[in-house]
């Protein structure tokens, strides 16, 4: 490995406390955990270059629901979803949940972290559909932290004064296409870039000021 490759992994490692930032979506058949269908899941994996954070991989599946699951019409209305659709070419649970896992843990070892952290736009509606993902197809070694989460509509809201992901990225300068939201993948993607614009905005006031001095101006955050 090349010591600038060395520096890369250990400036991620370094900087989230040896804890990963995956940034996850999951759109779904409606709002409760342990009763509502998981119909998509993009996972974006992170990653430091010269300094700065971006986006490293993309990972994608259609879910197909679990037996007895249930699903609104209304979120399907939102999300856009066809579930008689031949192209979705949806993977069972179990599939989706070991290949995301097994890619999580791959990208933990590669940046020298210890565990993953989950990223996510009101980031507690996706943990607690993943880890009822986890509990109910009896996954083992899941990666992610198993309560902390890391919530960019909290930071949005620090950094720009809006919680929507939509408002929040155009304000950060972000392109939003509304015709693609509610896509897994689209929003996961628009997600990472909000939350690596706020990180990146932060270390560039934090070394401007001074290590440990707080960025008391919103100008920091362009």
């Not at 192209?87 to 069972?92: F, G, I, Y």
């Amino acid at each position: 490995m090349t010591d600038a490759k060395n520096k890369t992994t250990t400036r991620m490692a370094e900087r989230f406390r040896g804890y990963l930032p995956v940034v996850v979506d999951i759109e779904t058949g409606g709002f409760e955990a342990d009763r509502h269908a998981i119909l998509e899941i993009a996972a974006i994996t992170l990653v430091y270059e010269e300094g700065s954070l971006s986006i490293d991989g993309r990972l994608c599946w259609a879910v197909q629901p679990f037996r007895g699951a249930a699903i609104e019409a209304s979120s399907l209305k939102i999300t856009g979803i066809d579930l008689t659709d031949p192209k979705r070419q949806a993977s069972d649970e179990q599939v989706v949940v070991k290949a995301l896992f097994g890619e999580v843990r791959k990208a933990i070892k590669a940046a020298r972290c210890h565990r993953g952290i989950l990223v996510g736009h009101n980031a507690a509606f996706d943990a607690q559909f993943l880890r009822a993902l986890a509990h109910r197809t009896q996954a083992k070694r899941d990666p992610f932290h198993p309560f902390s989460v890391i919530d960019t509509a909290s930071l949005a809201a620090v950094a720009y004064g809006h919680t929507v992901l939509s408002e929040a990225c155009q304000r950060a300068g972000i392109p939003f296409d509304a015709e693609k939201a509610h896509s897994a993948l689209y929003d996961a993607e628009r997600t990472a870039e909000l939350f690596c614009k706020i990180v990146n905005a932060w270390d560039r006031g934090i070394a401007s000021a001074g290590r440990g001095t707080v960025p008391t101006s919103r100008r920091q955050f362009p």
